[in-house]
């Protein structure tokens, strides 16, 4: 791969019509991703499912999107952002035509398989995008506003998408979310250029840059950050806070969706300072790291030590601690992406992406064999204390990798 070139002044303008073409694709990405956050109760009574097998959907769908980030990788070298993007909307588009229109669990899960399959594509296309367009010292900043982007998206599947369900029925909602996908396609093809084609020679073996970003330190501590970090705002937002806040705190179907929206509103607002600081100031991408994360763990053991019922002034501010965790969870890239040359950068960021995701998948499953266990014949709101423990299981694993890794770190970071 060729030295990364920013583009000249008189061509910014192009380079974020570029990027915001590309990020709207991805804004979809995430209505789609997380168009179970409040259906969840919903879908369990159209497939006549349990818990677990509930929280199979979630889990199929982000365990095809981890697998398939490292190919993704690799095939955006080769083709560029444009085509997977594409490729990527129609797959996520297929997806959600069917999960509109079928009742069979089975068929079901096919369909957030190809969920899973197109959103994998999205993210990294647009960092790589990011980093093609723009200067180096705007990388902090365009992951956070990628992520801003991502946020709105799931902002749109709290109070809309609620609505929706309540007004339209399934099958109406599930079908607008598919049509808006192509829409957002659509912008993006005509938008994004097409890659100048690589010499053969500009693409390095793939065992080679998976061992060489895996051997770094940096790569290592981004993957166990981002695995610390991501896993419970994803699991609240993609299918556990809804039915949590409702079932296990006593809140109304009302406020619910407004506490999930305290998440994503302090994510977006959160995000691009911590852009802008992180952009200015390499040496405290660990410092901010740590905080949001520690504040995220304080919060959270409040709420579930709480007498009874949490109260809704601690569960928003939980959900806005959390959020701006989210943010905070974005610096791991920023680990991986200063260890490494331009050739390497995008497998460096796959390994990344794959850590959140791995604590993504373990958690949301694990809830809904612990749920399904305490309380086989439902009555959850005792076992939902129990069950939404399990976070400090994988904030304990993050934790100890973390704190290992951390003396190679600061050397590698001088």
Known sequence: MQA?????????????????????????????????????????????????????????????????????????????????????????TIGQLGFAFIHSYPMGLVARALVGLGDATAFLSVLRLAALWFPPWRNPLLTQLTSLSGQIGALATAIPMARALAHLGWEQTYLIAAMLGIVAGLIMFFSVPDPPPSPQHAHPPVLAS?????????????????????????????????????????????????????LTAASMLSGPVVGVLAGRSPRLHVPLFDGFLYASIALWTAA????????????????????????????????????????????????????????TIAIVLGIGLLLDWLAPGGHRSDAFRIAMALPYLFWGIGWVQMRRLRPGLQSTAG
């Open 210 to 262: 998976l061992r060489a970003c895996w051997g770094d330190a940096q790569t290592r501590f981004g993957f166990w950050a981002y695995f610390s970090g991501m896993f419970l705002p994803n699991a609240l937002l993609l299918l556990w806070g809804y039915p949590w806040l409702i079932e296990g705190q006593g809140v109304s179907k009302q406020t619910a969706p407004l506490l999930l929206t305290c």
């Open 4 to 92: 990364i070139q920013a583009v000249t002044p008189t061509r910014a303008w192009r380079a974020w019509r570029v990027w915001g073409a590309a990020a709207l694709v991805y804004m979809m990405a995430m209505v789609h991703r997380t168009s179970l956050s409040v259906a969840g109760l919903a879908a369990a009574d159209r497939f006549q499912v349990g818990s677990t097998q509930l929280s199979s959907f979630i889990v199929l769908q982000i365990l095809v999107y981890a697998v398939m980030q490292i190919p993704v990788g690799l095939l955006l070298d080769r083709y560029g952002s444009r085509r997977l993007l594409a490729a990527g909307i129609a797959l996520m």
């Open 304 to 359: 579930l030590l709480w007498p009874g019922a949490a109260p809704s002034w601690l569960l928003a501010l939980v959900m806005t601690t959390v959020g701006a965790g989210f943010a905070g969870a974005m610096l791991a890239f920023e680990f991986a992406r200063s260890a490494h040359p331009p050739e390497r950068v995008g497998t460096a960021l796959a390994l990344v992406n794959v850590g959140g995701f791995i604590s």
